[in-house]
């Protein structure tokens, strides 16, 4: 069933959206033009580590084995259209999918690099690993631009992150995950989770068993008082949301996993990237115009577990693809067999590529210069190819593709004009996003 409609902003909200460079009766007529249409939503993959382009979606067959590595390509269901060998199931599906083949950051750091992709603007020096977050690299995540500017049409929170955030070994969290210089009360929701596990809750969205009913109302009620104190209005904000999941059925009933069809759940794959990505379809459902999955580490697998391939690049990939691509393809079959796929775009990305050439260890070091990122959905043109690598996966031919574009192409399925202005910690108005959209793969 498709989610209830959004209340309308309430008069709070509506004064918030025009400090933030929107207005009330733009929203509203955009709201009229498809009165009848679920919300546009978005579903961003992101996979730790960069899993190699040459054994995805950019295999180059004819180069060096040096270049090219030792596992092989199959046909997709696109003509002429190859993926790595370990694809099998995403090769059925390519119908539904647009593969942009030279997107670049020329930032070959996790942490850098990882800033550039999540705020479409570059760090600031490139190269960084382990960087912290803070000036002059406060820009805020696309979660963060998506709470802020959509979060008065939506009980839930508009972004969400989960099961956990992008890290490198010894939990060093990359920046730009957060709302920067938005400020906290625009943070993606962070649902630390292990959703693959047995009976699966929410932390804080319970009753402590301490706290009755009637307990939670007066606490509610206090925090009402409080509101009216001075404060900031990140404090409050907070402070109101908390109270507001904890009391919301549609939140309890979307995180609810244990009201799936079992088969719905195998079909993802009981790893804890697919049911996540079973979790993300059900926010859309819920009403979440955002969610933002993180590949997190699997255990007893290569390279600790992410797509960081070092050493052992076959052996890394081949065990970690077919998680990957049972989640990849049963999210894209599930939506579509939901009627969601239209409205909901699903974005496969990562923080850079992988060196063209196969290294002593047997593995791929970091590379920025190009790599590939995939979209499905939400009027993107299936089957459809947009750039191209050199000859060895090294670096752009044409059809160039940078982060800022990528941001703006994922605005613009969301409806979300790329000239909204945000406001910095100073209160200067910024636009969301200095890219273009990629046209060629829009219908």
């Given amino acids: ?16 959206l025009g400090a933030f460079g929107l207005t009330l009766p733009r929203l509203l007529a955009a709201r009229e033009a498809a009165p009848q249409r679920r919300p546009k939503a978005c579903i961003v993959l992101f996979l730790l580590g960069a899993p190699p382009q ?92 998506v709470r802020r500017v959509l979060q008065p049409q939506c009980r839930l929170p508009a972004a969400v992150t989960l099961p956990e955030q992008s890290a490198n070994d010894g939990n060093l969290l990359w920046p730009g995950q957060d709302a920067g210089f938005l400020g906290r009360s625009a943070d993606p929701w962070l649902l630390a989770c292990e959703p693959e596990k047995g009976r699966f809750d929410v932390p804080g969205l319970t009753l402590p068993a301490d706290v009755s009913e009637p307990r939670f109302d007066g606490r509610r009620q206090l925090l009402g008082g409080i509101d009216r104190m001075p404060a900031s209005a990140d404090e409050r904000g907070i402070g109101a949301k908390a109270f507001e999941l904890i009391a919301s059925q549609q939140a309890r009933k979307a995180f609810d996993l244990d009201s799936e069809n079992v088969r ?29 999955v993180n ?73 920025g210069p190009v790599f590939s990122v995939a979209l499905a959905g939400c009027g993107v043109k299936g089957g459809a190819v947009y750039g191209a690598s050199d000859k060895l996966a090294a670096y752009p031919r044409d059809g160039r593709v940078t982060p800022q574009d990528l941001h703006a192409t994922i605005y613009h399925c969301l409806g979300i004009p790329r000239d909204t202005e945000i406001r910095d910690a100073q209160g200067r108005p910024l636009p969301i996003c200095r890219g273009e959209p990629v046209k060629a793969i829009l219908g």
Avoid at 8 to 16: E, F, K, V, W, Y
Avoid at 115 to 134: D, I, L, Q, S, W
Avoid at 276 to 288: D, K, N, P
Avoid at 317 to 324: F, Q
């Fill in 264 to 292: 719905t759940r195998d079909r993802y794959g009981r790893s804890r990237f697919g049911q996540s990505c079973l979790l993300a379809r059900r926010l859309v459902e819920a009403g979440v115009p955002l969610i933002r």
């Fill in 1 to 16: 069933m498709p989610p209830a409609p959004c209340p309308g902003p309430s008069r709070r909200d509506a004064l918030a």
């Fill in 295 to 367: 590949w997190t580490r699997v255990p007893n697998a290569p390279n600790n577990g992410h797509w960081d391939t070092h050493a052992k690049n076959t052996e890394g990939v081949r065990a970690l693809m077919p998680i990957l691509d049972t989640a990849y393809t049963a999210l894209l079959e599930d939506l579509a067999d939901r009627g969601m796929l239209d409205d909901t775009l699903v974005v496969w990305c990562a923080e850079f590529g992988r060196t063209p050439k196969i290294n002593p260890a047997g593995g791929r070091d970091h590379w």
């Fill in 54 to 145: 040459q054994e995805t979606w950019d295999p180059k067959p004819d180069s060096p084995v040096e270049a090219r590595g030792d596992l092989g390509v199959i046909r997709s269901a696109t003509p002429g259209l190859l993926l790595g060998e370990t694809m099998v199931k995403t090769s059925r599906h390519t119908e539904k999918i647009a593969v942009l083949r030279a997107v670049s950051t020329n930032d070959s750091s996790h942490s850098s690099s990882g800033y550039y992709m999540t705020t479409g603007y570059p760090h600031a020096p490139v190269g960084v690993e382990n960087a912290k977050p803070g000036a002059p690299n406060d820009w805020p995540s696309l979660g963060g631009v």
